[in-house]
């Protein structure tokens, strides 16, 4: 799935950036915290609470599961009998309400399926449909070419492992074909799973787009399908839809090449609709399907052999040229991976297309690629350069399944990993084609490794690769879709090119691809064409295998700290844990050992690579009195600690010319810190003393790195009279940098040339402003002034919007809250609503707080796929955040029945209402939480309650042997 779990690049940004104006009757920074863009996709965890089915024929089956059972129906695997060939599906969604007040679809499909092993059981995956089939069964069965097909005992729908069951009279018979037809209908409801609708309006008048969602386990909501990744197969699909909407799906319109459908019209039991026939697909894997019926128009590329490129969307987005940016970048993209993969795109088209409701960032169905609006359209105007990075990154990520993901696929779910940390990966370098000034690879480390670093840090992580067996169930699946699926899973795929160098590791991938082209494989599979790329290249050395160094990597979870000891020369590797007292109960096969490539430099001269497999080791050359740096560019999945005699060497090098240390291991030195402190492996003092250089800091991403870490200590303090003192001491830092950008930009009239100049731009503004700065506050509020009283015409640059939304809001009262909220109201860019969405939950007011939380539950004001993102940002201020978790107890129940399909995301609702929890009171109150709500359940947050609960517990600790001593060293520091 693309990038489901951040959901914007503003957003991004604004979320790991200390954001919030000190009103001046509030000594209290709001900090609205990283909210972990790598977070769990908001997915259907259906499996459990299913709505009743009508089964045609009443089945002893049919009613409760026997606990345990043997019985193939009730196992989540299907079993290995059979073989789907290919498809013929037709689907007529409803676009207008029924009698019953319901919208639905109705559909008739058929399949033809290979008997690979004698069998008298049919299980094939069906969820949330009713069969309508006018006789006796569910389905009919006949034989193909000439076969006679056994006749039809008994069928029933198997509500919990999501399938249609069909029990024979007689075998079918190895290696012969058989045709599977039924006809159903299913609700297409708002739940934003499966085949779902989307709702918009348009000059005052409402729009339904009928549109899927399948991955992962959904494309059983929309017909009955054998719902596994290696159940390939190939798809002919037709739509049936209203006159005057247009049908589109993996492949393209029967009937006319690259102008809009030549449907046919015709009459279906009364009804003057359209059909809408589409070439047969590839072989491929159902939770790559999609369909999607609207009165959405669209731009393309011009006419010519190369893939034809259609960006659709509204008709007013398309019409404001929303949609240029993603077409100008779409092809060159797709270019560069065709060059990349050395393997041709193998479909005529590709379609992207932009939903108002979508629950992840975006999907990479092969052909039709959906996306959330703000994933996709780019306006001139009003987006942001994080907006506009976004939809690169994005489209890149999703270009990038087309191969690694489309084209050869996991065999299961457990390997995911694989799959997204693969396209996050390759992503950069996509974007990184197109658009060369971003330096985009760089920012990876930010955006990916240090984020990851916190999560994996934790006693309760887990290992990117999963046992087939203990991932079964929709819920597993879904929880699978985390930072570490995504950004580790990129981290350690570019540490492993890193190591190979570009050209070989393209080498072993391309004919990866080539052998395992429309089928699947598992991980080892790689492993074993990276390594014949190693072995057939002259004079390359590695120190072991690939998959012996890899499945360190990837078995185990975490990573290691490596410590350089500069006075003896020794260095050493150890499981670096983030609470150093929590139990790790999870045992490695490998004793939490990795084999770690070191890239180093002494004094500014490159050394080279040197690699650490024992426990300690002895390394002549790194005793010295020089200062050594390891790690450079971040390139390995590690962090480094050094004796203190080195650390003192570096920070006097970055208080006298930090330019020698390059600038992603300025921002490393700054997350090494002070993780390590949190880990009390040095000193918090030590930690905070990286910042001390700050004040000559003008670059982007060592600013980032501290504004990243000192969020935690906001959210630790900002309830305490610390917070005075680190305001006192950041606005040292900050107006240094606050003032270079009033310069460079002729007070403000200016946007900065490159792109972390602008987001660092943002970050003077947002820091200053909260550490209280009394021209900064002045200055957002104005904007925003003139803005309340021209509202036609926003003065305020679109990179800043979202903190200077988030810093008036702050500093006002009711006016400015309704006036942002009437223009969130009225927006028809997505990535504009964003920010005033952001903006909203940076009020004061608790009265304010307390009516935004309710709107979050009533879909009219907040989409569904939005809540959680409103929760959280009002969780992430200091005065929302009491309001935020009484909010979500009173309403557990409510939101997990009726947000769990498919809108929230449970996970990052957890993580970021509980991020401040840093007393003894608020871990109670945690704890029974989870007790309370046993009942209930927690679906896919289920590992995000412990990891609170973990989380807090450290906090606590931390508070209590930092806060004095912190205390102290603010004061002697701005003393
Ligand atoms: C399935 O659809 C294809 C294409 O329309 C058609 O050629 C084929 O005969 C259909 N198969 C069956 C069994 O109906
Ligand atoms: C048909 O089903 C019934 C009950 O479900 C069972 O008793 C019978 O043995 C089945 N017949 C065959 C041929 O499988
Ligand atoms: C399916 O059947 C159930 C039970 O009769 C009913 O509640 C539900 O509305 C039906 N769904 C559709 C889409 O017809
Ligand atoms: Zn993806």
Not at 146 to 152: E, K, M, N, R
Not at 260 to 280: A, K, Q
Not at 669 to 680: E, S, T
Not at 792 to 805: A, E, F, G, M, Q
Request: include cysteine.
């Amino acid at each position: 799935m693309g990038k489901g779990f951040y959901i914007s690049k503003t957003l991004g940004i604004v979320l790991t950036v200390v954001g919030v104006a000190a009103a001046a009757t509030i000594i209290a920074l709001s900090v609205v915290y990283s909210q972990e863009k790598s977070k769990n996709v908001p997915k259907p965890t259906d499996g459990a609470g299913t709505t009743a089915q009508v089964s045609t024929t009443p089945s002893p089956h049919a009613s409760t599961t026997p606990t345990p059972s043997n019985e193939p129906w009730d196992k989540y695997r299907l079993p290995d009998t059979l073989e789907p060939e290919y498809y013929n599906v037709t689907l007529w969604p409803r676009l207008q309400m029924d009698e019953h007040g319901m919208y639905i679809f109705t559909g008739e499909s058929g399949v033809a399926f290979r008997c690979v092993k004698e069998t008298d059981l049919i299980l094939i995956h069906s969820n949330k449909l009713n069969f309508t089939m006018q006789e006796g069964h569910h389905a009919q069965l006949t034989g193909m070419d000439g076969t006679t097909a056994p006749t039809i005992n008994s069928t029933w729908l198997q509500e919990k492992t999501q399938y249609l069951v069909i029990q024979l009279n007689g075998k079918l018979q190895t290696g012969k074909s058989y045709w599977l037809y039924m006809e159903f209908r299913g609700e297409l409801s708002d739940d934003l799973g499966g085949f779902y609708r989307s709702e918009y309006y348009e000059n005052g008048e409402k729009k339904v787009v009928a549109t899927t969602q399948m991955q992962p386990t959904d494309a059983r909501k929309a017909f009955p399908c054998f719902d596994e990744p290696a159940m390939k197969a190939i798809f002919h699909l037709t739509l049936i839809h209203p006159r005057g909407t247009v049908a589109l799906a993996n492949g393209m319109e029967i009937g006319k090449l690259a102008i809009l459908p030549e449907t046919v019209n015709i009459n279906v039991d009364g009804h003057e609709v359209s059909r809408t026939r589409f070439e047969p697909t590839e072989k491929m894997s159902t939770y790559l399907l999609a369909f999607v019926v609207s009165e959405f128009t669209f731009i393309r590329t011009p006419p010519s052999d190369e893939v034809l490129i259609r960006i659709w969307a509204r008709k007013e987005a398309i019409a404001a040229g929303q949609g240029e940016y993603a077409l100008s970048k779409t092809l060159p993209i797709l270019k560069f991976f065709e060059k990349y993969y050395n393997s041709p795109y193998p479909l005529k088209k590709s379609d992207q297309i932009a939903l108002p409701d979508f629950s992840a960032g975006a999907m990479e169905n092969w052909g039709l690629i959906t996306y959330r609006e703000t994933a996709l359209l780019y306006d001139r105007n009003m987006s942001s350069n994080g907006d506009k990075e976004w939809v690169a990154t994005v489209i890149s990520h999703e270009l990038a399944h087309m191969w690694f993901g489309n084209l050869v696929t996991m065999r299961w779910w457990n390997d995911l990993w694989l799959n997204e940390g693969f396209a996050t990966y390759v992503s950069y370098l996509g974007v990184n084609d197109v658009e060369p000034d971003w330096t985009i690879k760089d920012l990876m480390v930010l955006n990916e490794v240090h984020k990851v670093f916190a999560v994996d840090a934790l006693a309760s992580s887990h290992p990117l690769s999963s046992p087939e067996d203990e991932i079964m169930r929709p819920e597993q699946i879904n929880e699978l879709f985390d930072s570490i699926t995504y950004s580790k899973g990129a981290a350690v795929l570019r540490m492993l090119s890193e190591f190979l160098s570009e050209p070989v590791f393209v080498k072993g991938l391309s004919a990866y691809l080539k052998q395992f082209a429309y089928s699947n494989t598992v991980y080892t599979d790689l492993w074993k064409h990276l390594q014949d790329a190693v072995d057939t290249t002259p004079g390359l050395q590695i120190p072991s295998s690939v998959t012996e160094i890899m499945n360190r990597w990837i078995l185990q979870m975490g990573f290691p700290v490596v410590t350089i000891n500069t006075a003896s020369g020794q260095i050493s590797q150890k499981h670096f844990l983030l609470d150093p007292d929590s139990p790790v109960d999870r045992p490695s096969q490998y004793n939490y050992v990795w084999f770690v490539p070191i890239k180093w430099m002494k004094n500014g001269m490159d050394q080279g690579q040197h690699w650490l497999l024992e426990e300690t080791a002895q390394n002549d050359p790194m005793k010295t009195n020089d200062w050594v740096l390891a790690n450079l560019n971040v390139s390995g999945y590690y962090r480094v600690n050094y004796d203190e005699g080195n650390w003192q060497r570096l920070l006097t090098q970055l208080s006298t010319d930090h330019t020698m240390i390059p600038v992603i291991n300025r921002a490393q030195i700054i997350d090494d810190a002070f993780n390590l402190a949190r880990a009390k492996i040095v000193s918090t003092t030590l930690a905070l003393s990286t910042t001390k250089y700050l004040s000559e800091e003008k670059d982007y991403m060592p600013w980032e790195s501290a504004i990243d870490n000192l969020g935690y200590f906001f959210l630790m303090f900002d309830r305490t009279e610390v917070y005075g003192a680190m305001q006192n001491y950041l606005k040292g830092k900050v107006s240094p940098l606050f003032e270079h950008f009033k310069d460079i930009t002729s007070n403000w009239t200016n946007i900065p040339t490159s792109h972390t100049e602008q987001y660092n731009q943002e970050n003077a503004i947002s820091l200053a402003c909260s550490t209280g700065l009394k021209e900064c506050t002045d200055l957002t509020t104005r904007w925003y002034r003139e803005w309340m009283q021209n509202p036609d015409s926003n003065p305020i640059n679109s990179n800043l919007k979202s903190t200077v939304y988030c810093n008036a809001i702050a500093a006002g009262g009711v006016e400015e809250w309704d006036f942002g909220w009437m223009m969130f109201k009225n927006s028809t860019i997505a990535a504009e609503a964003d920010k005033l969405m952001y903006g909203l939950s940076c009020t004061k007011v608790p009265w304010l707080l307390n009516r935004y939380l309710d709107y979050t539950l009533d879909p009219t004001k907040i989409r569904k796929q939005d809540a959680t993102f409103a929760i959280v940002y009002i969780a992430g201020n200091v005065v929302g955040q009491p309001l935020a978790w009484d909010f979500i107890r009173a309403n557990w129940d409510y939101i997990f029945s009726d947000y769990g399909g498919g809108s929230l995301s449970f996970g990052r609702l957890i993580t970021g209402v509980t991020k401040r929890f840093s007393t003894e009171f608020e871990l109670k109150q945690l704890q029974q939480f989870k007790e309370e709500n046993a009942q209930v359940g927690f679906g896919s947050a289920t590992m995000a309650v412990e990891q609170a609960i973990e989380t807090t517990k450290a906090n606590i600790k931390w508070v209590n042997e930092n806060k004095e001593e912190v205390m102290k060293w603010l004061i002697s520091e701005t003393a």
